[in-house]
């Protein structure tokens, strides 16, 4: 798959995905009764892509929470970090963009840089203490990582 100039698209995990990852087995993979999450998918310098997915209501700080949008207003809305999925397989995301509000998608594009720069972090992090280059405390780990899908991709990631 080729992505556009920005190296970024908004899409949707796939049928194939899930198969291969049902939620009965990886329960941490965002799935909404049947239905992926619309996601935040941009290429890496790695042999993967990231996929961060769009949520309704984020409680944590491991997010980029859109200001602007009509439905941050009321909920906080954005694109969730502890919840990224790692893909290398492209037939694991749907080939039409997916359907978000143009607000947000405006946000998104504005920020893109930042959503990007702050969704590589937490996962270097991640990589860093799992390969015991900076190593976190078991609090902080489990606080930013309890509930991260990342621990199914270590064999992607290059992890043991």
């Known amino acids: 798959m080729y992505l556009p100039d920005n ?7 796939s049928n ?8 009965s087995s990886y329960r941490e ?5 049947g239905r992926s999450y ?32 009509i439905r941050s207003q009321a909920h906080q809305s954005g694109l969730d970090y502890s919840k990224m999925v790692i893909i290398q ?31 590589l972090n937490y996962l270097e992090s991640y990589i860093k203490h799992k390969n015991g280059e900076t190593v976190l405390s078991s609090q902080e780990f489990r606080r930013k990582y309890r509930y991260s899908p990342l621990q199914y991709f ?6 043991q």
């Open 38 to 69: 619309n996601c935040l998918l941009f290429q890496t310098h790695y042999n993967y892509f990231i996929c961060v997915p769009y949520r309704t209501d984020i409680l944590h700080d491991y997010a980029y929470k859109f200001q602007s949008s």
């Open 89 to 119: 397989d492209m037939d694991y995301v749907e080939s039409s963009n997916a359907i978000i509000d143009q607000d947000e998608y405006n946000e998104t594009m504005i920020n893109l840089n930042i959503i990007k720069g702050e969704a």
């Open 29 to 33: 993979i965002l799935s909404k009764q």
């Open 7 to 13: 190296d970024s698209q908004i899409l949707r995990l």
């Open 154 to 159: 270590h064999n992607i990631l290059g992890l």
């Open 16 to 23: 194939n995905f899930y198969k291969v990852y049902p939620i």
